[in-house]
């Protein structure tokens, strides 16, 4: 993964409307440059938000099918900070070990998915339609598309700015289980994540399934988050996790002692004398009488 070149810190003053309004604030994000080396062409980047609380592999499908289907050039993971509709559980910090965790494990260093800390550490979480018009603004050299599930077409005008949004940013929309894409939700603009020739693995499982089976047993997500995720989760103790009463492996302090015998060096041309000493066991028996 190169570099990433921090932009100076800028602010937008806003007043949000519809059903969450009534404050005034400044968001300050935090916007990084393209981590694309081409600069001869526009980079399509596709905004994934979210709050990962905690990341699962069914956010990392949508990360790669966002490639795989050639629709984006690079994706941006981006953790949001604290959100007053939906209190998060883990920590911003935890949040985004969590993340950077699952992408540098699951996908290859070339693999263009990067994880951004632009909102997570802000006290409340930057609407989306301030954050798209930032990144806008300071990286005019990309093409952003805001990634959304189907599932949450019906009420995005009921965002903050949502009619804003959604008559003036790029979308890129993915169809989850049980949420047909309905024409009349759908923003102005955008594409529809698919590829003719491919069907799109995108798995109907959230964070908030994840959290309950980790409250009853932490090994009822094994193989639906990554590996690296789980072993955090475990060792800073995050959503109550209970570990199994017994398991079959191994906890990791625990190590078997193994015994090494030096074996002697022995003349070439004497096999049996040569596989006699190679065997741990083997002792000099005393002669017979």
């Known amino acids: 993964m190169s570099s990433e070149q921090q932009a ?21 994000i935090e916007v990084p440059a393209s981590s694309s080396s081409s600069s001869s062409s526009r980079v399509k980047v596709a905004v994934y938000g979210g709050s990962f609380d905690p990341i699962t592999d069914a956010h ?19 953790p949001c900070a604290n959100r007053r509709d939906k209190p998060l559980v883990a920590s911003a ?6 993340a950077h965790q699952a ?15 632009m909102d997570v550490f802000n006290e409340t979480a ?12 300071e990286v005019p050299g990309n093409d952003f598309y805001f990634v959304l599930g189907s599932d949450l077409l019906p009420g995005l005008r009921k965002w903050d700015m949502g009619e804003e949004l959604a008559s003036e940013f790029n979308f890129l929309i993915m169809e989850r289980p049980g949420y047909p894409i309905c024409k009349e939700n759908m923003p102005a603009h955008y594409e529809l994540l698919s590829r003719p ?45 209970s570990l199994p009463q017994q398991s079959n492996r191994l906890p990791l302090s625990v190590t078997t002692p193994i015994s090494v015998h030096p074996v002697p060096d022995l003349p070439d041309d004497d096999s049996s004398q040569s596989t006699a000493a190679c065997t741990p066991e083997s002792s000099p028996r005393p002669a017979d009488a």
């Open 126 to 137: 930057t609407p989306t339609y301030y954050l798209m018009k930032q990144l806008t603004k």
């Open 93 to 98: 910090l935890d949040r985004l070990i969590m």
């Open 197 to 241: 020739e491919f069907t799109m693995t995108i798995t109907k499982l959230s964070s908030s399934e994840v959290r309950k089976r980790i409250r009853k047993n932490v090994s009822l997500v094994d193989g639906l988050i990554p590996s690296s995720v789980l072993a955090h989760i475990i060792r800073n103790h995050l959503y109550k996790c």
């Open 60 to 78: 990392l499908k949508v990360m790669a099918e966002c490639i795989h289907s050639g629709k984006a050039d690079e994706v941006w993971v981006v």
């Open 8 to 28: 100076s810190a800028s602010s937008v003053e806003s007043e949000s409307g519809g059903s969450m309004c009534g404050y005034k604030r400044e968001y300050s």
């Open 103 to 117: 992408v540098n494990t699951t996908f290859g260093s070339r693999f263009p998915v990067y994880v951004k800390d």
